[in-house]
């Protein structure tokens, strides 16, 4: 039975750490995409202060970029929403697996001091009958 429990305790542990990459891996995906968000942002933010002093057809063509770098952000976001949703669920799944493991964890912790227990039942039941037995013997060899 033990030797089932600490299969099971290992499997744990192997799920918790791949849940664990998965969540770090996930993570940085999240970086990224906030980081790509940003540089997006970023060059809005650049071509609107570059408006000053342009022509009318200049302008056009700036407000048509805007339009399509704002497009383009929103898309990004959007993208950058659900990489950010599926940090979440990793990061759940890596708490999961977590809890499975120190669940097991205890279960063999529980099992192994049950196993003390009788084994010093045992113990305790050989040395009584070995202490009634001797005290037998010495009542038996003691002249009344």
Do not use: C, N, Y
């Not at 305790?9 to 995906?29: G, I, T, Y």
């Not at 060059?43 to 770098?69: I, P, Q, T």
């Amino acid at each position: 039975m033990s030797d089932v429990i600490d299969r099971i305790q290992r499997l744990r542990k192997l799920k918790e750490r791949a849940a664990q990459m998965e969540w770090m891996a996930s993570d940085a995906e999240r970086r990224e995409q906030e980081s790509h968000v940003q540089q997006l942002v970023d060059r809005m933010e650049k071509s609107r202060a570059a408006v000053d002093g342009m022509r009318l057809s200049s302008l056009e063509h700036h407000h048509h970029f805007v339009h399509a770098m704002e497009m383009r952000r929103r898309k990004e976001q959007e993208i950058l929403d659900d990489v950010v949703e599926g940090v979440e669920e990793k990061r759940q799944e890596m708490q999961e697996r977590a809890l499975e493991r120190r669940t097991i964890e205890a279960v063999a912790e529980l099992r192994e001091e049950e196993r003390m227990v009788e084994s010093r039942r045992e113990e305790t039941k050989l040395l009584s009958e070995h202490g009634v037995l001797r005290w037998r013997r010495l009542a038996e060899d003691t002249p009344e």
